[in-house]
């Protein structure tokens, strides 16, 4: 089993900066990638921004250019720089996990618990 982590969220005027982080732990062989989605009420989920292992990264269109993501291979743990945050950003926000669990397991997805992130305007 996979467990992730995530921290990081809150109340942000807008205009204002947070981080997201999301450490996993637990049986993993390898990690394929790595990601955040968030979902804002009345809403579907999508996608922030995924990375994957060889470093390749993309990105919602709304948030280029504000958003970055990032990992910490050695310690399992991927990050969301967020800034010039826009009220439209607020949602609760998910990492997750692309892993292989061992050598002969496919790649499954795994999902942290969400945290919210909230932008006054």
């Known amino acids: 089993q996979v467990q992730l982590v995530e921290s990081g969220g809150g109340l942000v005027q807008a205009g204002g900066s947070l981080r997201l982080s999301c450490a996993a732990s637990g049986t993993i062989f390898s990690i394929n990638a790595m990601g955040w989605y968030r979902q804002a009420p009345g809403k579907e989920r999508e996608l922030v921004a995924r990375m994957t292992i060889d470093g390749s990264t993309n990105y919602a269109d709304s948030v280029k250019g504000r958003f970055t993501i990032s990992i910490n291979n050695a310690k399992n743990t991927v990050y969301l720089q967020m800034n010039s945050l826009k009220p439209e950003d607020t949602a609760v926000y998910s990492c997750?996990?692309?892993?292989?669990?061992?050598?002969?397991?496919?790649?499954?997805?795994?999902w942290g618990q969400g945290t919210q992130v909230t932008v006054s305007s």
């Open positions: 997750t996990f692309t892993v292989r669990v061992s050598v002969t397991s496919w790649p499954y997805d795994y």
